[in-house]
Structures are given as structure tokens and as C-alpha cells.
């Protein structure tokens, strides 16, 4: 996981903790984290998604969070094999069937942009997610990765609010 997104988890999980509507308390820490600026966070970086409205509703506790580990990542496919990275993604949501802890995983693409594919994860939790991308089959998995993958993914952390298919219990 980048460090920008590390940061911005850390950040997050100390704002509003997971599956709580933030009190007065993570509130002012919000508004002292936006009123900073993009690069006013602590680790220096800039981390856009603590300055888009429908993030900070979430963090700020307007409506509570669901307590899951969620993410969106997109990557960039290396020329004419998109086909080969949306199998392959097809293939590590397989591996998680019986994984309880992996909720969602949701595979897509881009209808506009020739290598571009999405996964959309949720999970039981950060540590369920990272239990299993530290896992022996996924290790092996994500060896074939490289040759597929034209970039650094993209991956932007969700505050999940509701909507169907994800149940709010739990």
C-alpha cells in the first residue's frame, strides 16, 4: 500500500473511528486537517480525498460509517493486454470466494479507455485485507503481475456510508 494512501487511512482511522459517527472531538480535527490545506497533513503529502465534500461527510461523521475496509483501485494495463489483467483479477476474486472477510470484489473496465480496469474491494476489516494479500496463494498470485501492469495502481480509500448489497450490521 502507497504511503500517501497509508497516511490517509492512518488519518481516517483516527478522525473517525470505523463504525462510529464521529464525536465534537474528531470533528474539530476534521476542520484543523481541511483548514491546513492539501499539503497541510501530517505527512506532508497531499491527500485530495480529505478535501472532496462527499469524503469528508463520512470522516466527519455526518453520516455514520459502516465499519469495513473498502478501496478502489485503478490500473493501467499494458498495451492489448487488459483482457489478460481483468482474468487475472477474475482469478484472485475466485481465491477470496470462501473468504468471509472479503465482502466485495468487484472487477471492471473502462468502456472509454482501452487499458484501463477496476477493482473495488470491501472487507471485514484493514487487517482481513491485509492478512490476505500477505497470504501464501495471493504471493503467488501477484507474481505474475508486472507483466500486465503498465503503472503504479491508483487506489483511493472508501468510507463506506450505505447502499444496497452491503449489509450495514456488523
Known amino acids: 500500500m502507497g504511503s500517501a494512501v497509508a497516511s490517509v487511512l492512518e488519518l481516517a482511522s483516527d478522525v473517525a473511528p470505523r463504525g462510529k459517527v464521529a464525536s465534537a472531538q474528531h470533528r474539530t480535527k476534521v476542520e484543523e486537517v481541511t483548514q491546513a490545506g492539501p499539503s497541510g497533513s501530517r505527512s506532508g503529502a497531499r491527500h485530495d480525498c480529505l478535501f472532496d465534500p462527499c469524503f469528508r461527510l463520512g470522516v466527519a461523521g455526518r453520516f455514520g460509517e459502516i465499519a469495513r475496509f473498502a478501496q478502489h483501485t485503478r490500473l493501467k494495463a499494458r498495451p492489448g493486454r487488459r483482457e489478460d489483467l481483468i482474468a487475472k483479477f477474475l482469478e484472485v476474486a475466485e481465491l477470496q470466494r470462501e473468504n468471509s472477510a472479503c465482502e ?48 503504479p495502481p491508483e487506489t483511493t480509500p472508501l468510507a463506506l456510508v450505505g447502499g444496497k448489497g452491503l449489509s450495514v450490521s456488523g
Open 104 to 151: 466485495i470484489s468487484l472487477v471492471s473496465f473502462s468502456p472509454d479507455e482501452d487499458d484501463v480496469v477496476f477493482l473495488t474491494e470491501v472487507w471485514t476489516s484493514a487487517a482481513e485485507d491485509e492478512r490476505a494479500r500477505n497470504s501464501p496463494e495471493v504471493q503467488a498470485w501477484a507474481e505474475g503481475m508486472p507483466a500486465l501492469v503498465a503503472a
